[in-house]
Structures are given as C-alpha cells and as structure tokens.
C-alpha cells in the first residue's frame, strides 16, 4: 500500500515537472514549426525568465514589505511585458539577419546565444545561488494519506491554462491561423497576403514568452536559483523529440512522460532497486531510442515525404 500512495505521489509530481518540460519542449516545436530552426537558446531563455522573475519580485517586495498577492501579480506583469520586448529582439537579433542563411548558422547562433546569456547572468547576478521565492511556500495538501505539494497542484493548474490559451489563439484567432499557414508554406502564406516576417517574429516573441513562464514554475521547485537551470532545456529537447518534433500535443505529452520517469525512477524504483538509481540520468534516453525505434517520427508526429 506504501509503494502504491508513494507512486501517486511521485506520479502527480512527475506530472508538475512534466509540465515544465512539457512547456519549454512547445517552444522548441514553436521555432520549429515557423522557422524549422532548432533554438538551442531555450534553456537560457528559460534561466532568464526565472532571474527577471526573482528581481520584480524582489524589487516590489522590497516596496511593500511582505509577499502579497499584489507584489506576485505585478512581478508578473513585469515578466510578461520583457518576455514580449525579449522575443521582440531576438527576432531582429537572430531571426531575420539569418533567415536565408544555411540552417547550420542559425543553429551555431542559437548556441552562441544560449551562451551569451549564461555568461551575462552569471556577471550581473554574481556566483552565488539565489533564494527563489514562491506564494506557496511549504504548503500541502493531503488526501487519504497522500501527500501533494501545493506547488505542484499549482505549475499543474497554470500549465493546463497557458495551453488551453495557446489551443485556442492557434486554433481560433486569425494571427494563430496565419501561423499555421506560414508553418506549412512560407510562399504561399506571402502569396496570400499574410505578413510572413510579422508571424515569425510573434514566433519568438511567443517562445520567449513559454520560456519565462517556465522557468517561473521552474525556480521554485528546485529551491535554488543558478544559471545551471538553463541546461535543463535540453532535457525538454528530447521531450519534444518523443512526441513528435513539430507537434504541440506531442511537446505536451512527451514533456510528461519525461517528468514522470525521471520522478518515478528517482523515488520509489531507486529505493528498491539501487540499479535505476544509477542509471537515473540516461532513463530518459534509453525510453526516447525505445520509443523512436518503434515510431522514428516520434508519438504524434507525421512522417515527412521528402521533395525530389
């Protein structure tokens, strides 16, 4: 019965970090789907969210002198208007100096960027971890003896919001509609009036956006704020990959089912069986080779017939 509520536990906590993945894996497919370029900076991007996020917060703290609602909501909107400025620039910065360019140079930028922005971090925020701060606190909640982290329930909640919101502004709106026209034939979008640079800059602005919001979730579920968080995007590449590079449900159900192996092999499996726990870090590669052996195209994505 123990390792039952211990794996619904670890199951509902796989799921909270499997959000996170879930979410930096929909910016990588965001990229992908309008540029077909692999923005190796989406990691970093995340990092910088979470710092940007620990300033407002610090600073309207300081203002008001206890953690309030109100200090959290205007940290927020602090956070939302540099993730669309942020987005803004690195679509004039990357995006459209290299758009014709060889996708091999674009990919170096993005990794040239994502180092870039580790090291400017690590410059103005100084060596030293931070102290995250969340308006949850330790809180938890418990039913019939199982134990659920506030925290979680809450990355849970927001993630189900943003890609509802997301569902609809693709499916419903006439600029998400445009993005997908622009991601299937970038000349025929032009040809039928849609403005391709515009939808390729909401692109980065919207990844940008996914980026910071992630790495808000993300801050204080790890305790300790460093620039080390920014490596984590690349355990959401292979999220992406699972499900299907180019596919949003694929981002969303690759990013959890990474989340709860990696939970799940660290928790209970490695307690009863001290082999998983030294294998924890290639868990998730050995299940991505399982699963793109069986469907190389990942689980939700479309095989793609190649032009001759």
């Known amino acids: 019965?123990?390792?039952f509520i211990g794996l619904i536990q670890e199951s509902i906590s796989g799921i909270a970090l499997g959000s996170i993945y879930a979410l930096i894996a929909l910016g990588f497919t965001l990229i992908d789907k309008a540029t077909e370029v692999v923005n190796f900076a989406q990691g970093e991007l995340m990092m910088v969210?979470?710092?940007i996020n620990f300033y407002f917060v610090t600073t309207f703290l300081a203002q008001s002198g206890e953690p309030t609602i109100g200090v959290f909501f205007l940290a927020f909107a602090g956070r939302i208007i540099f993730s669309f400025v942020f987005g803004w620039v690195l679509d004039w910065v990357i995006n459209r100096p290299l758009k014709d360019e060889p996708i091999f140079s674009v990919i170096m930028a993005t990794i040239s960027l994502s180092i870039i922005l580790r090291a400017l971090v690590a410059i103005i925020a100084g060596p030293m971890s931070l102290i995250p701060?969340?308006?949850f606190g330790n809180r938890v909640l418990s039913l019939n003896g199982i134990i659920i982290s506030a925290l979680d329930l809450s990355i849970i909640f927001s993630a189900i919001v943003l890609v509802t919101?997301?569902?609809y502004f693709f499916n419903k709106t006439k600029w998400g509609i445009a993005m997908q026209e622009t991601s299937e034939d970038p000349v025929a979008a032009?040809?039928?009036g849609i403005p391709v640079k515009r939808v390729y800059g909401l692109v980065w602005i919207f990844s940008a956006l996914v980026a910071t919001i992630s790495g808000i979730l993300l801050a204080p579920r790890m305790s300790l704020l460093d620039t080390s968080?920014?490596?984590l995007g690349l355990k959401a590449f292979p999220a992406a990959v699972l499900g299907g590079f180019g596919s949003i449900a694929g981002a969303i159900?690759?990013?959890i089912i990474m989340g709860v192996i990696e939970t799940i092999s660290m928790g209970t499996l490695s307690f009863h069986f001290k082999w998983?726990?030294?294998?924890n870090d290639i868990i998730v590669w050995i299940v991505l080779i399982a699963v793109l052996m069986v469907k190389p195209d990942g689980l939700f994505g479309e095989e793609k017939v190649k032009k001759v």
């Open 229 to 231: 968080m920014g490596f």
């Open 190 to 192: 032009q040809l039928m």
């Open 1 to 3: 019965m123990e390792i």
């Open 133 to 135: 701060y969340s308006p």
């Open 253 to 255: 159900v690759g990013g």
């Open 49 to 51: 969210g979470a710092y």
């Open 165 to 167: 919101i997301f569902y």
């Open 276 to 279: 998983i726990k030294e294998m």
